[in-house]
């Protein structure tokens, strides 16, 4: 493992960098209650959901996040950055933000901040899609809008140039 940091990387390429060959990436969807957890598998291809977390102090969901990164092997976490439709920061963003920078300092893994506009909205679209009950939604939304924000890193990481 390289040396820790406590910075998010923006740049998916530099975030590969840092990372092993292989081993699993952890996807998280921060909201304002809960945090939806999405894994990897340790060939980086298909992200599936996991786990929410109920939000409370940091050191509480930021031990169980850690507790899963060793649990599963993690190599790096990917956060959902919640940027507004212009591309600019509101207080959401904001506070991913800071959540990631402390992520990155408790775990010493790589973070990478990943543009999730529009993940909850093509997640609730599809199980809505899916004839999913009101009910059933609330359970899955937040584990499953994090493998979709994982997803997309993992489907940009298999790109080659070229």
Request: aromatic letters at 4%.
């Amino acid at each position: 493992m390289s040396e820790p940091t406590a910075e998010p990387a923006n740049d998916p390429a530099a975030f590969a960098a840092r990372l092993p060959e292989r081993g699993a990436l952890i996807g998280l969807d921060h909201g304002e209650r809960t945090v939806g957890v999405a894994l990897s598998d340790p060939g980086r291809r298909i992200a599936s959901p996991l786990t929410a977390i109920r939000k409370g102090k940091f050191s509480r969901t930021g031990a169980e996040i850690a507790d899963l990164c060793a649990r599963h092997a993690v190599a790096g976490l990917v956060v959902g950055l919640p940027l507004n439709m212009d591309g600019s920061s509101g207080p959401s963003a904001q506070s991913a933000r800071a959540f990631a920078r402390n992520l990155a300092a408790l775990t010493g893994l790589p973070v990478l901040m990943w543009d999730e506009r529009l993940s909850t909205a093509a997640v609730t679209r599809t199980l809505i899609e899916a004839d999913a009950s009101r009910k059933r939604r609330a359970e899955v939304i937040d584990k499953m809008a994090a493998a979709f924000i994982l997803q997309g890193l993992l489907d940009r990481l298999s790109q080659r140039p070229g």
